[in-house]
T-cell receptor, first 111, second 113 residues
Framework: QKEVEQDPGPLSVPEGAIVSLNCTYSNSAFQYFMWYRQYSRKGPELLMY????GNKEDGRFTAQVDKSSKYISLFIRDSQPSDSATYLCAMSALGGQNFVFGPGTRLSVLP | EAGVVQSPRYKIIEKKQPVAFWCNPI?????LYWYLQNLGQGPELLIRYENEEAVDDSQLPKDRFSAERLKGVDSTLKIQPAELGDSAVYLC???????????FGQGTRLTVV
């Protein structure tokens, strides 16, 4: 079992839909959780950074962490074609910086 | 402000040849990372520097890979000799320090033929 699991997709949704992206993990020491967006042939771009459990909202993006279930989610409201990219979750233990990435979910938002 | 700059963007070499990648992190960022990303996978850490010191190189294949970060700024990652399985994207990233946002460069896409 990999340390961080993520459905690779592809996930196709119509423009304006609410998108739910998810990761599960096995290491209970993880405390820092991140979501990155990666466009084709580009480097990953940090979207959200959360610590421990709870929700964090930034514009159309909401990150949720449920440590009891070892499950994190990223919600995208009013999705746009420009949101089409691969979304990577990443996490690290408290005080550490060696982030472990999921394999990424490829999202296509169709106009 | 300029982001993390990597060069070259693309490199094609024959197996057994050497290759080097260069990274210039964001100004003031004392933590620098090299990651490897295979197609359809997330980045995997190769080495992390705190200033000039390599503080985590446990995943770096030291028989053929080497890295340096002179003066705690720019960094170079080298492969010698390259193997077919080294074909991947090599990403450089930097951050201000522990538990801070990590910013990635655009990567160097290596193809070994």
């Amino acid at each position: 079992q990999k340390e961080v699991e993520q459905d690779p997709g592809p996930l196709s949704v119509p423009e304006g839909a609410i998108v739910s992206l998810n990761c599960t993990y096995s290491n209970s020491a993880f405390q820092y959780f991140m979501w990155y967006r990666q466009y084709s042939r580009k480097g990953p771009e940090l979207l959200m950074y959360t610590y421990s459990s709870g929700n964090k909202e930034d514009g159309r993006f909401t990150a949720q962490v449920d440590k009891s279930s070892k499950y994190i989610s990223l919600f995208i409201r009013d999705s746009q074609p420009s949101d089409s990219a691969t979304y990577l979750c990443a996490m690290s233990a408290l005080g550490g910086q060696n982030f472990v990435f999921g394999p990424g979910t490829r999202l296509s938002v169709l106009p | 402000e300029a982001g993390v700059v990597q060069s070259p963007r693309y490199k094609i070499i024959e197996k057994k040849q050497p290759v080097a990648f260069w990274c210039n992190p964001i100004s003031g960022h004392n933590t620098l990372y090299w990651y490897l990303q295979n197609l359809g996978q997330g980045p995997e850490l190769l080495i992390r520097y705190e200033n000039e010191e390599a503080v985590d190189d446990s995943q770096l294949p030291k028989d053929r890979f080497s890295a340096e970060r002179l003066k705690g700024v720019d960094s170079t990652l080298k492969i010698q000799p390259a193997e077919l399985g080294d074909s991947a994207v090599y990403l450089c990233a930097s951050s201000l320090g522990r538990d801070r946002d990590v910013f990635f460069g655009q990567g160097t896409r290596l193809t070994v033929v």
